[in-house]
């Protein structure tokens, strides 16, 4: 069933160097998305959706009115020009999903509710804790030593975008940082840094 809830964020709409891409069928359609962990949303952008529609995409409904309101990373409300609910394939499992299409935006992304669905993305597993018998309990940390990863010559530093957390898991990404610190997983980095990728939150 489409959503009509009032409002939600969507931290990744335009996009340029974006590895995750992965090649699926919508509506018996061959075409490619990209897999956002940012948002339980499916967004098409309008050039995709003029492609597909062109190609006779089979829909289970389309609606050209939605209440659903979308802002992008910034705050930018994004112009809502319909939904629609099709097939969605990928490998060989298929889910009927909503897919909102926005006036903006240069990919199709897969939000993170339809991409676990299809299980080509898994989040939420644990990692500081192993279940080999007689292993630690809690993840090892080592202090005092400097990492140095060889790159290329050619390879130039990548820095994303900061990831906007939504106001309701805010609090809860607060205390867990502040856990983080206090057992010595992770630390402060008070200076400039060349690479930095977005934290994604999962609530």
Known sequence: ????NEYDDVFCVGTSEISNEIQCQVGGIVTTVI???????NIMDCKTWHKLKAKNIQTIKREKKN???????????LTMLGVCEAVIAINGRQVIAAFYVVDRGE???LGRDTATALRVLKIGEA???F????????????????????????VKPVMQPYRRIPA?????????INELLAQGIIERVNGPSKWISPMVPVA
């Open 127 to 129: 990692i500081d804790h």
């Open 67 to 77: 209440h659903k309101i979308f802002k992008a990373f910034g705050g930018q409300v």
């Open 1 to 4: 069933m489409i959503d009509n």
């Open 168 to 176: 309701a898991i805010q609090m809860k990404v607060d205390t867990k």
């Open 35 to 41: 897999i956002d962990s940012g948002s339980k949303y």
């Open 107 to 109: 990919k199709f992304l």
């Open 131 to 154: 279940d080999v018998k007689g292993a630690p309990k809690q993840l090892s940390k080592m202090k005092g030593i400097m990492v140095e990863i060889p790159l290329k010559a050619d």
